[in-house]
């Protein structure tokens, strides 16, 4: 059971590039998100997905875009990184709501943006 | 004004014993849910038990029970004979609204560390 699957684990940017953290799960989930975790705080919504071509943003999505054209993959792009980017990334999907809205987490993705 | 407040910093207790993680939450939504994840040091992060707001009775998860009360809006998390794998961060969370379109979008706490001494 490989559940929710995240590459890389670790990566250091320079200021202004760019790169794809890659989210795969194997559940068939039909909800799947990206949350940002910085040092010491709770984790916040970055964007989430409904379904395989449906994407909306959260609570903080500038800087960051997504694409989902299937169920199993929800990558996260990062356009022109800053040193604000410099977070845990965590993909996460879920397969209802109620008491089947538990999330399913990633590894994590640590980076750092110099 | 903060969604999720989580005033304890950091909380101590003794292995076997049981200890309460408090959390308070302000929604204006008749309709939300509330969650408590566990993240070890190891990074990941572990559902434990969730809560909804038209549920009538507390949650129970094995060893994890919710402390639901509504009218002061809280949801403390109660952890019974505390194990020293139990240390580790721990976050309430909220999910306001419903269907299908909210499920899944939390709004996190900034955690409680919790060390388990032997």
């Known amino acids: 059971n490989a559940g929710v699957t995240q590459t890389p684990k670790f990566r250091i940017l320079k200021i202004g590039q760019s790169m794809t953290l890659q989210c795969a799960q194997d559940?068939?989930?039909?909800?799947m998100y990206w949350y940002r975790q910085d040092p010491g705080m709770g984790l916040k919504l970055i964007y989430y997905?409904?379904?395989?071509?449906?994407?909306d943003k959260g609570e903080v999505p500038n800087g960051y875009n997504v694409s989902r054209s299937t169920t199993e993959d929800f990558p996260l792009r990062l356009e022109l990184a800053a040193p604000s980017q410099t977070s845990v990334y965590f993909c996460a999907s879920s397969y209802a709501g109620g008491r089947n809205e538990k999330l399913f987490f990633g590894s994590g993705t640590q980076l750092s943006v110099l | 004004a903060q969604k999720i407040t989580q005033t304890q910093p950091g909380m101590f207790v003794q292995e076997k014993e049981a200890v309460t993680l408090d959390c308070t939450y302000d929604?204006?939504?008749?309709?939300?849910?509330l969650f408590w994840y566990k993240q070890p040091s190891s990074g990941e992060m572990i559902f434990l038990i969730y809560q909804g707001s038209y549920d009538q009775q507390n949650a129970t998860e094995g060893r994890y029970s919710l402390n639901f009360q509504k009218a002061r809006k809280s949801a403390n998390l109660v952890i019974s004979a505390s194990q020293l794998g139990d240390s580790a961060m721990y976050f309430c969370a909220m999910r306001e609204g419903s269907g299908g379109t909210s499920y899944g979008k939390l709004t996190f706490g900034q955690g409680t560390i919790l060390t388990v001494h032997p």
């Open positions: 559940m068939n989930h039909n909800y």
């Open positions: 929604t204006s939504d008749p309709s939300y849910g």
């Open positions: 997905s409904v379904g395989a071509g449906i994407t």
